[in-house]
DNA sequence: TTGTAAGCGTTATCAG
DNA sequence: CTGATAACGCTTACAA
């Protein structure tokens, strides 16, 4: 009592002050350090409580030169960024492991611009802003790789980098997911199934077109209905409507994402088929609105909060100095739902 | 030449050192102040310019006690999260203000528990992650205000606060919104027109659904079709089939986002109802689906970039201690499609 | 076992 | 107008 509580925070001084002891054994004794009797530190731990202090962020960040942050860079043209359910779900997965390591996630968005993509980073490393980035749609040749080399940032990479990836990267292996939805359709009795892409560029883009072209060559089929899209409900719906009109028309399709393909769907009807009879469509994702739009679209749903989980946990260890744990993120999961059937005649 | 390149990043010390003159002089010199002759500051500049050195971020957190990064607690549960378009439109918005300013948005996401939710304040605040927050999603008795209050952390909201917010905050006018919605369903001559609400507790779910009421009191028609929803499909889905269920059923709904719309319609179609004859539907959100769903929705599309780009402005000012710069987020639109006509009888 | 002191890279103060 | 010097709060050698 008596003297005024003072509003600002406790110091590592304020601790040894109370404790009786010096800074130098409070750090030793807080930190789990050898080299302090058993009996002080238990007194520096109380008078630790006491105050309850909290080591400064900003005083360790400048010794150790880290940040205890790591970052995620989001780089796509804003309508792109508004329809993706990968994002939100990523990051609530990659905070659920920061959280209880102290860690912190910068996040940083920029349009599509390799310019501002570049600066991005930069900002990043040299501000010493974060100690280490998620890389996600990884890209074919991707530039980062060597942005991150030069700028010597830590990375994991999501995703199965298409070549020369010098960081650690989990494989989502989105490939089985659209190897399982032709596997499907063919099983329905499809023949002439197409295949919507996404973006070209992306390494996920990439994949699902392969993996389209090889389950079909897989079981006798020829794939050669392909349109390249963009990921928007826009080019779904343009897309689709062009395969329509190829002779004769396919009986499924398959796009790389759900926004394309519930476009693509209201684009066939308007067109004047009816859906799943003449048209079954596939899409990959499985957002929240795909099980309540008719017909319930069938899809590939991929757990994103997993992967962030399994990626956060690489990119800590990484920055960490720990091992590296093994890399498994959770497999994607075919979900039948109405907006696939046998196909039928006009 | 002969030495070393160093990897070492360079310090205000080097730079001092090659333009001949002291710390004290770089700082002066290239923070602007006055006190350094026109020559030694061309010369110190130049010599920075050489070494390509920055001010360390660390350093300057640590005097001054700031981290220059602002942070944004997002609370929902994960389902909701993937849904919201809000989420990174706003997001986007916000960092095309910072990335200018130097500054980085942490970003933080939390499940609904409250227990968790005020932890992580705490931990932004405690470690003094961030120099303000941005809140969103603003609840009736938020507890926010009270938390962050304690832990004196500077705040902006987003929306119009129920009551007693401390904080200064932007009107995101999501009422006329709704209210312009009401009056082209009146003026169609929609007479039973009923509203799924959002989640209880949310200030803008009570805005939304408030202005439902009134508008349809300001034309003498009673308000009484009321659902609250969850801003869920399956949600939407449900208090559309018990709506449909009242008799008479309504003639059009007013969902509190597009998600519950766009589930509303298939449940609707479901029930066998032919869209928009039987039953008009207008949304809020214009999410990127919104358009390419059969039939079109029509809905409130509300400038989520803008918002985000506003409140972090606002935030800032509030940060740096300067004056708060006037707060005019852009406007709702109401943005007429193919889900809303007069009421035919079936 | 404990205390002392140097250093991380800035900025601000205060003599010169 | 300049240039030492002291903080900011912590960790870690090293000395006692």
Redesign the interface.
Known sequence: MGSTPSRRRPTIEDVARLAGVSKGAVSIALNGHAGVADTTRARITEAARTLSW?P????R??LA?R?F?LGLV?SRP??L?????F???F??GV??VL?NR?L???????DGDPQTEAA?YQ?LA????VDGVLLTDLRIDDPRFDWLTELDLPAVAVGRPAAGCPFPWLDTGDREGVRQAVRHLIALGHRRIAHVGGAPGYVHSAARRRAWEDELRAHGLEPELFIAGDF???G??AATRQLLGSKPPPTAIVYAND?MA??GM?AA??AGLTLPDELSVVGVDD???A????PALTTVRQD??DWGRAAARSLVALVEGEPLPTLTPAPVTFVERSSTSAPRAH
């Not at 400064?56 to 005083?59: N, R, V």
């Not at 960024?81 to 359910?85: C, G, I, T, W």
Request: proline share 7%; no cysteine; charged share 15%.
């Open positions: 909290r400064s962020l900003h005083a960040a400048l030169s940040s942050a989001m804003p309508e960024l508004a329809a993706d359910p994002f939100p779900a990051i609530a905070e659920s959280a102290g912190a996630l910068v996040l940083q968005v920029v991005s900002r040299h501000d010493r802003r928007t409900g826009q779904g719906a926004l519930i476009a209201a009807v308007e957002i929240p609105l099980a309540h739009v008719r994103a909060t």
